[in-house]
């Protein structure tokens, strides 16, 4: 994912898989760093600020993880998998 990246770095895609290699594998900074440079190539991707809230949500970081499904949700309001996430969520 690394070197996709490195030889195209314009591509939303390659940065959102590098974000989900980096989740899989512990790297919760750099999962992060990547879905946040997804999100500013593609703003108007829903999937990349619910999968910011997946990884804020491992992590432990709810208040984050609400954040992040806000923002999915400003993008597609009817987006099924943030709705589901936001209604299971502790303290609501």
Known sequence: ???AVARDASQARFWYNL???ESKTGGVQQALDAIARAEQ??????????TRATIH?????????????????????N????LEMLQAMPNR
Not at 41 to 50: K, Q, R
Not at 57 to 77: F, H, K, T, W, Y
Not at 79 to 82: H, I
């Open 1 to 3: 994912m690394r070197a």
């Open 19 to 21: 974000s989900v290699a």
């Open 41 to 50: 190539l593609s703003p108007g991707d829903a999937s990349y600020p619910y």
């Open 57 to 77: 949500m491992e992590s432990g970081r709810v208040d984050l993880a609400q954040q992040a499904l806000n923002r999915c949700l400003e993008i597609d309001p």
């Open 79 to 82: 987006y099924a998998r943030a």
